[in-house]
Protein backbone atom coordinates (compact mmCIF):
# COMPACT_ATOMS: atom_id res chain seq x y z
CA UNK A 1 0.00 0.00 0.00
CA UNK A 2 1.56 3.06 -0.82
CA UNK A 3 1.36 6.14 1.97
CA UNK A 4 1.04 9.66 1.16
CA UNK A 5 3.09 11.41 2.52
CA UNK A 6 1.15 15.02 4.14
CA UNK A 7 3.83 17.25 3.85
CA UNK A 8 3.77 20.81 3.02
CA UNK A 9 3.21 20.27 -1.11
CA UNK A 10 0.56 17.87 -0.47
CA UNK A 11 -1.56 20.03 1.31
CA UNK A 12 -1.26 22.83 -1.52
CA UNK A 13 -2.27 20.39 -4.10
CA UNK A 14 -5.25 19.26 -1.33
CA UNK A 15 -5.95 23.33 -0.85
CA UNK A 16 -5.89 23.92 -5.33
CA UNK A 17 -8.18 20.58 -5.40
CA UNK A 18 -10.44 21.79 -3.06
CA UNK A 19 -10.63 25.57 -4.09
CA UNK A 20 -11.53 24.36 -7.87
CA UNK A 21 -14.57 22.03 -6.30
CA UNK A 22 -16.25 25.63 -5.22
CA UNK A 23 -15.34 28.37 -7.27
CA UNK A 24 -15.70 31.95 -5.66
CA UNK A 25 -15.83 30.54 -1.91
CA UNK A 26 -13.21 30.91 0.40
CA UNK A 27 -11.87 27.00 1.93
CA UNK A 28 -10.61 26.32 5.13
CA UNK A 29 -8.78 22.88 6.81
CA UNK A 30 -7.64 21.99 9.83
CA UNK A 31 -4.09 22.80 9.09
CA UNK A 32 -4.94 26.12 8.73
CA UNK A 33 -5.95 26.65 12.18
CA UNK A 34 -3.67 27.65 14.90
CA UNK A 35 -4.35 29.18 18.39
CA UNK A 36 -2.87 32.64 16.81
CA UNK A 37 -6.28 31.93 14.50
CA UNK A 38 -8.33 31.45 17.63
CA UNK A 39 -7.12 34.57 19.75
CA UNK A 40 -7.86 36.84 16.60
CA UNK A 41 -11.49 35.53 16.38
CA UNK A 42 -11.57 35.93 20.20
CA UNK A 43 -10.60 39.68 19.61
CA UNK A 44 -13.49 39.85 16.89
CA UNK A 45 -15.98 38.48 19.28
CA UNK A 46 -15.50 40.89 21.56
CA UNK A 47 -14.77 44.35 18.55
CA UNK A 48 -18.57 44.56 19.34
CA UNK A 49 -20.18 44.36 15.81
CA UNK A 50 -20.94 41.46 13.39
CA UNK A 51 -18.90 42.75 10.55
CA UNK A 52 -15.83 41.94 12.76
CA UNK A 53 -17.11 38.60 13.27
CA UNK A 54 -18.60 37.71 9.75
CA UNK A 55 -14.30 39.08 8.19
CA UNK A 56 -12.37 36.49 10.69
CA UNK A 57 -14.57 34.21 9.62
CA UNK A 58 -14.22 34.81 5.46
CA UNK A 59 -10.50 34.96 6.37
CA UNK A 60 -10.61 31.38 8.75
CA UNK A 61 -13.60 29.96 7.36
CA UNK A 62 -12.70 26.44 9.28
CA UNK A 63 -13.67 28.29 12.35
CA UNK A 64 -17.40 27.50 10.77
CA UNK A 65 -17.48 23.69 11.30
CA UNK A 66 -16.76 23.76 14.67
CA UNK A 67 -20.49 24.94 15.18
CA UNK A 68 -22.05 22.41 13.16
CA UNK A 69 -22.57 19.36 14.92
CA UNK A 70 -21.93 17.06 12.27
CA UNK A 71 -19.60 19.02 10.00
CA UNK A 72 -17.03 15.95 9.31
CA UNK A 73 -13.79 18.50 9.57
CA UNK A 74 -12.90 17.45 5.95
CA UNK A 75 -12.79 21.24 5.48
CA UNK A 76 -15.08 23.85 5.46
CA UNK A 77 -16.22 26.38 2.16
CA UNK A 78 -18.12 29.49 2.74
CA UNK A 79 -19.86 31.89 0.36
CA UNK A 80 -20.34 35.09 2.90
CA UNK A 81 -23.03 37.40 1.95
CA UNK A 82 -24.23 35.22 -1.21
CA UNK A 83 -27.45 36.97 -2.74
CA UNK A 84 -30.32 34.26 -2.69
CA UNK A 85 -33.38 36.20 -3.77
CA UNK A 86 -32.50 39.80 -5.69
CA UNK A 87 -34.38 43.58 -3.88
CA UNK A 88 -37.58 42.88 -5.64
CA UNK A 89 -39.40 45.39 -8.24
CA UNK A 90 -42.14 46.39 -5.51
CA UNK A 91 -39.04 47.17 -3.02
CA UNK A 92 -39.41 44.12 -1.10
CA UNK A 93 -35.42 43.49 0.09
CA UNK A 94 -33.88 40.68 -0.77
CA UNK A 95 -32.37 38.13 0.89
CA UNK A 96 -28.55 37.86 2.00
CA UNK A 97 -27.35 34.99 4.18
CA UNK A 98 -24.39 35.85 6.02
CA UNK A 99 -22.60 32.67 4.76
CA UNK A 100 -23.75 29.74 2.34
CA UNK A 101 -21.25 27.13 4.04
CA UNK A 102 -20.76 23.27 2.67
CA UNK A 103 -19.06 20.65 5.23
CA UNK A 104 -18.04 17.33 4.04
CA UNK A 105 -18.23 13.97 5.89
CA UNK A 106 -18.36 10.46 4.76
CA UNK A 107 -21.95 10.77 3.79
CA UNK A 108 -20.80 13.76 1.07
CA UNK A 109 -21.36 17.44 1.38
CA UNK A 110 -23.58 19.43 3.45
CA UNK A 111 -25.04 22.91 2.82
CA UNK A 112 -25.99 25.28 5.62
CA UNK A 113 -26.97 28.70 5.92
CA UNK A 114 -25.37 30.40 8.73
CA UNK A 115 -27.13 33.63 10.17
CA UNK A 116 -24.69 35.82 12.86
CA UNK A 117 -26.08 38.15 15.16
CA UNK A 118 -23.18 39.84 18.08
CA UNK A 119 -21.42 38.31 20.75
CA UNK A 120 -23.12 40.74 23.20
CA UNK A 121 -26.59 40.27 22.73
CA UNK A 122 -28.26 36.88 23.76
CA UNK A 123 -30.81 34.81 21.93
CA UNK A 124 -33.34 34.63 24.88
CA UNK A 125 -34.69 38.13 26.71
CA UNK A 126 -33.19 39.22 30.01
CA UNK A 127 -35.06 37.49 32.42
CA UNK A 128 -35.43 34.19 30.01
CA UNK A 129 -38.53 34.88 29.75
CA UNK A 130 -38.87 34.34 25.92
CA UNK A 131 -36.56 35.35 22.66
CA UNK A 132 -34.71 39.20 22.49
CA UNK A 133 -35.62 40.94 19.93
CA UNK A 134 -32.52 39.88 18.04
CA UNK A 135 -33.00 35.91 18.74
CA UNK A 136 -36.73 36.87 17.07
CA UNK A 137 -35.30 38.27 13.93
CA UNK A 138 -32.29 35.73 13.53
CA UNK A 139 -35.26 33.08 13.68
CA UNK A 140 -37.21 35.02 11.37
CA UNK A 141 -34.39 35.45 8.75
CA UNK A 142 -33.37 31.80 9.10
CA UNK A 143 -36.70 30.28 8.58
CA UNK A 144 -36.99 32.64 5.38
CA UNK A 145 -34.09 31.59 4.25
CA UNK A 146 -34.82 27.66 4.29
CA UNK A 147 -38.01 28.35 2.45
CA UNK A 148 -37.21 30.25 -0.01
CA UNK A 149 -34.20 27.71 -1.15
CA UNK A 150 -37.16 24.72 -0.39
CA UNK A 151 -39.16 26.97 -3.40
CA UNK A 152 -36.56 27.71 -5.59
CA UNK A 153 -33.44 26.21 -4.96
CA UNK A 154 -32.98 25.83 -8.91
CA UNK A 155 -33.22 29.83 -9.27
CA UNK A 156 -30.69 29.97 -6.17
CA UNK A 157 -28.01 27.58 -7.91
CA UNK A 158 -28.53 29.49 -11.60
CA UNK A 159 -28.45 33.08 -10.10
CA UNK A 160 -25.22 32.53 -7.30
CA UNK A 161 -23.77 30.05 -10.26
CA UNK A 162 -22.95 27.30 -7.82
CA UNK A 163 -23.93 24.30 -9.98
CA UNK A 164 -22.72 21.67 -6.89
CA UNK A 165 -25.60 24.09 -4.16
CA UNK A 166 -28.27 21.52 -3.10
CA UNK A 167 -30.81 21.83 0.01
CA UNK A 168 -29.65 23.30 2.90
CA UNK A 169 -29.16 20.87 5.84
CA UNK A 170 -30.34 23.29 7.71
CA UNK A 171 -29.67 26.75 9.31
CA UNK A 172 -27.45 27.87 12.06
CA UNK A 173 -27.84 31.12 14.27
CA UNK A 174 -24.32 32.00 16.21
CA UNK A 175 -25.32 34.40 19.10
CA UNK A 176 -24.25 35.61 22.38
CA UNK A 177 -22.02 34.44 24.64
CA UNK A 178 -23.11 31.18 26.94
CA UNK A 179 -20.81 32.65 29.82
CA UNK A 180 -22.76 35.09 30.03
CA UNK A 181 -26.07 33.59 29.89
CA UNK A 182 -28.55 32.77 33.06
CA UNK A 183 -30.11 29.34 33.46
CA UNK A 184 -33.48 30.85 32.60
CA UNK A 185 -31.78 32.63 29.26
CA UNK A 186 -29.83 28.72 28.50
CA UNK A 187 -33.19 27.16 28.77
CA UNK A 188 -35.28 29.13 26.43
CA UNK A 189 -32.20 28.28 23.68
CA UNK A 190 -32.43 24.38 24.57
CA UNK A 191 -35.91 24.53 24.53
CA UNK A 192 -35.98 26.31 20.76
CA UNK A 193 -33.31 24.37 19.67
CA UNK A 194 -35.26 21.11 21.18
CA UNK A 195 -38.18 21.81 19.02
CA UNK A 196 -37.27 23.49 15.65
CA UNK A 197 -36.39 20.65 13.27
CA UNK A 198 -33.88 22.42 11.25
CA UNK A 199 -32.46 25.35 13.28
CA UNK A 200 -29.90 25.73 15.26
CA UNK A 201 -29.22 27.98 17.85
CA UNK A 202 -25.08 28.25 19.32
CA UNK A 203 -23.54 30.57 21.28
CA UNK A 204 -19.95 31.54 20.09
CA UNK A 205 -18.55 29.87 22.89
CA UNK A 206 -18.76 26.83 21.10
CA UNK A 207 -16.16 27.56 18.13
CA UNK A 208 -14.08 28.94 20.98
CA UNK A 209 -13.76 25.95 23.27
CA UNK A 210 -14.06 23.76 20.75
CA UNK A 211 -11.13 25.31 18.64
CA UNK A 212 -8.93 25.89 21.76
CA UNK A 213 -8.90 21.89 22.09
CA UNK A 214 -7.54 21.41 19.11
CA UNK A 215 -4.86 24.17 19.04
CA UNK A 216 -4.51 25.30 22.29
CA UNK A 217 -3.09 29.04 23.77
CA UNK A 218 -0.77 31.39 23.36
CA UNK A 219 0.76 33.58 26.01
CA UNK A 220 -1.97 36.07 24.86
CA UNK A 221 -5.03 34.36 24.56
CA UNK A 222 -8.22 35.02 26.67
CA UNK A 223 -8.79 33.35 29.89
CA UNK A 224 -10.46 29.94 29.47
CA UNK A 225 -13.36 27.56 30.68
CA UNK A 226 -15.05 24.72 29.66
CA UNK A 227 -18.77 26.24 29.33
CA UNK A 228 -21.99 24.72 27.95
CA UNK A 229 -22.83 26.17 24.23
Given at each position: MKLTQMDEAYWIERRAEAEREFPGSSFGMRPDLTAEVVDRFEDALH??????IQMCLTE???????????SGHHGTWVYPKQMIRPKAATGEPGLIP????????SL?????????????TQFADAQGGGM???GHKAVSQAAGYLSHFREYIDAIRSHARIPRLT?????????????AESAAQRTVRSNFVRTSANIDVASYRRIVVNARVDVGFTPNSRP??????
Open positions: AGSEEANPYLVQYAIREDFLAVTRSGDHWWVVELKRFDSPSQPAGALILIGDSRFSLEPT
